[in-house]
């Protein structure tokens, strides 16, 4: 099956630092998503990428779908507190399967 | 109510036991998904239906599970015979289109088999 892989694990930085976390798989996705989860919650829609090569962004975050439709990065720029969570990458292949990457558990010391 | 929501929030079931939990999705949303979570890990696919019609049950890791949406709005995940293996957090998420890539996800219903 089409397994994504989600690096790093997790991180640990100073409030106003950037992040740059990222997303590889060895099959093709026809669109890349990235979502944050707070506890307790479901995850939340960040970024949707749909073309290869689009970069978006969504105020201090930036995401780009890779020109190979393998691989997406996620940036976050002067990161706060309340960046705190995990990020999930997940990709679609067809219409209604999408594949989640493990997470990238991010903590940020202020 | 504006998002998705889902009951209960917490399940405890003994082994064996029968267990429903429901998915009340966006108003006038088309795609309803049902996810397994695993602690630590993303969600996992489990069925996907188009207004009342279950297009792909794929991601189902047993005949114990069972998902239906009969009137095309609310959803419910059945599982028979609950084992330990079931323990997760149960995500649902719809959204407005066929397919649906911009899903919109409800807090879940963390399932424990004791």
């Known amino acids: 099956g089409q397994q994504l892989n989600q690096s790093p694990q997790s991180m640990f930085i100073q409030e106003g630092e950037d992040v740059s976390m990222n997303c590889t798989s060895s099959?093709?996705?026809?669109?890349w998503l990235w979502y944050k989860q707070d506890p307790g919650e479901g995850p939340v829609l960040l970024i949707a990428?749909?073309?290869?090569?689009e970069l978006t962004s969504n105020g201090r975050l930036t995401a780009q779908f890779g020109i190979t439709r393998k691989d997406s990065f996620l940036n976050i720029s002067a990161s706060i507190p309340s960046d705190v969570g995990i990020y999930f990458c997940?990709?679609?292949?067809?219409?209604?399967?999408?594949?989640f990457g493990a997470g990238t558990r991010l903590t940020v010391k202020p | 109510g504006a998002g998705v929501s889902q009951s209960p929030r917490y399940k405890v079931a003994k082994r064996g036991q029968d267990v429903a939990l429901r998915c009340d999705p966006i108003?006038?949303?088309?795609?309803l998904f049902w996810y397994q979570q695993a602690l630590g890990q993303g969600p996992e696919f489990l069925t996907y239906?188009?207004?009342?019609?279950?297009?792909?049950k794929s991601g189902l890791p047993s005949d114990r599970f069972f998902a239906e949406r009969p009137e095309g709005s609310v959803s419910t995940l059945k599982i028979q015979r609950t084992q330990q293996e079931d323990s997760a957090v149960y995500l649902c998420?719809?959204?407005?289109?066929?397919?649906?890539?911009?899903?919109?996800f409800g807090p879940g219903t963390r399932l424990t088999v004791l």
């Open positions: 998420a719809s959204s407005l289109l066929v397919g649906g890539h911009e899903q919109f």
């Open positions: 099959s093709i996705f026809n669109t």
């Open positions: 990428l749909y073309k290869a090569g």
């Open positions: 997940a990709g679609i292949y067809n219409n209604n399967d999408m594949r």
């Open positions: 108003s006038g949303h088309v795609s």
């Open positions: 239906f188009q207004n009342e019609a279950q297009l792909d």
